[in-house]
């Protein structure tokens, strides 16, 4: 019940914004989502390191405005200056020299998995038929989960990955594929229409498959850490990263089939 009251109040608000923010406006919904998640990773990852924590989350966020450069060189700046920044950090903040680097690999590598995944995002959002290709992501992904999660339960039997994620199923994932398959079929006939049936497949298991990827990704992170959730922020359904685990693979591959491979506008 938590889970329904929550995705209830919350889908219609997230529709709501996207069809109403500008690029800008979507941007800072964006990294607010990639300071809290950022912040999750690193409470489950260097529990013992809160200061450097928080101040690593609000780069990370801030990071995600690189993307409104015009000039290619600035968001290599910004990402140079943050690995500066925080190994300088670590190099004269030592505290235990074992865990030393350990550490600082763990603080870069959430720059790299939430920010930089999540920023294409508004990449996606910046491109013609933006808004259509983000509620597509959503679509894909979460037609995906719900029929993964039903065939799974009804007839899985075959563990895909039982060390990471012990109730995850071959035939759950099949059956995911297959309703990613169907999603992106609806968004076509609904609000999608530029979309060729070549590019439903296509993105539909693309996206599909990485979106279960990044699911399994996070289940990685939380077993290593000893977690069951990456936070409670979402009553019934955990953290933000529980929540975008799978847009996070997803969104940097809608950015590049849009850019690469959509015919649907421009002549290209």
């Keep these: 019940m938590k889970r329904l009251a929550t995705a209830a109040v919350l889908l219609p608000l997230v529709i709501i914004f996207i069809l109403k923010s500008s690029p800008f406006q979507f941007a800072l919904l964006v990294a607010l989502l990639a300071l809290l998640g950022l912040d999750e990773f690193y409470r489950m990852t260097l529990p013992g390191r809160r200061g450097e924590g928080w101040l690593a989350a609000i780069c990370g966020a801030a990071s995600v405005f690189t993307v409104f450069a015009t000039n290619p060189i600035l968001p290599l700046f910004a990402l140079t200056g943050l690995v500066l920044l925080f190994t300088l950090i670590a190099l004269f903040r030592l505290q235990d020299i074992k865990q030393a680097a350990p550490d600082i690999a763990l603080v870069l590598m959430g720059f790299l998995y939430v920010p930089l995944l999540l920023s294409h995002l508004v990449l996606v959002r910046m491109q013609p038929h933006g808004v259509a290709w983000l509620f597509l992501i959503m679509v894909i992904v979460m037609a995906g989960d719900s029929a993964a999660y039903y065939v799974g339960s009804t007839i899985g039997k075959h563990r895909i990955y039982p060390a990471v994620s ?61 977690v069951k959730d990456s936070g409670v922020i979402f009553p019934g359904h955990g953290g933000v990263l529980d929540r975008l685990d799978s847009i996070l693979f997803a969104a940097p591959a809608a950015f590049y089939y849009s850019w690469f491979f959509f015919k649907g506008c421009c002549g290209g």
């Design 166 to 226: 012990p109730k995850k199923s071959v035939e759950g994932s099949i059956g995911g594929l297959a309703g990613s398959i169907i999603g992106a079929l609806i968004a076509r006939a609904t609000f999608f229409p530029e979309l060729a049936i070549a590019d439903c497949v296509a993105t539909a298991l693309i996206f599909g498959v990485l979106g279960q990827l990044g699911d399994l990704f996070e289940s990685l992170i939380k077993r290593s850490c000893g």
